[in-house]
């Protein structure tokens, strides 16, 4: 069950068939469990019919530790190159830069930045709603350099979706 959802976590970006030059999309991702919720608005812009830009900002609070409340605001941009396979479904890679916010109560405060590569899986569900699922990434996250297949630190329920709005060439 658990290798299933990680094939939906943060599913917020689209698919082949909506990526056209020219639109624009937003939405966002909501997960939540037991001590733990994120919320993280997102929205983009398609250069090219392969080459989306976007950003996310996210707001999150882990309680899961005993004694610890950790809050995190983090801005996060990105750029993906799509490969389209079928009219619904596609495959993309991308550049990420993240800047993670932290504040630890009782009062302790830092930043970290997370700049990585990631691959993933887009499905359009129905016209102009798509949904997206990342694989794996790979580079500097959290102070460490690491290659994530597994994304294991990902909450249990992650859920988000993107609306495109028609613009441009659409």
């Not at 939405?27 to 090219?48: D, V």
């Not at 993309?92 to 990585?116: E, M, W």
């Not at 460490?144 to 993107?162: A, H, K, R, W, Y």
């Amino acid at each position: 069950m658990k290798r299933m959802l990680t094939l939906v976590v943060l599913l917020c970006a689209t698919s082949a068939l909506y990526a056209q030059e020219g639109n624009i999309y937003g939405g966002g991702a909501l997960s939540f469990q037991e001590n733990y919720w994120k919320l993280a608005p997102e929205g983009g812009y398609w250069i090219t019919d392969q080459i989306q830009l976007g950003a996310s900002f996210t707001i999150e609070n882990d309680k899961r530790v005993a004694g610890l409340d950790e809050s995190t605001v983090a801005p996060h941009v990105y750029g993906r190159y799509w490969f389209p396979i079928t009219e619904k479904f596609g495959l993309y890679v991308g550049a990420n830069l993240k800047v993670n916010y932290i504040t630890q109560d009782p009062g302790n405060t830092n930043s970290v930045t997370d700049f990585y590569a990631d691959a993933g899986i887009g499905y359009q569900i129905a016209p102009k709603w798509q949904i997206i699922g990342r694989l794996a990434r790979f580079g500097a996250i959290n102070n460490s350099f690491i290659l994530d297949v597994n994304m294991t630190e990902q909450p249990l329920f992650n859920v988000g979706i993107l609306y495109t709005i028609k613009g441009g060439n659409g």
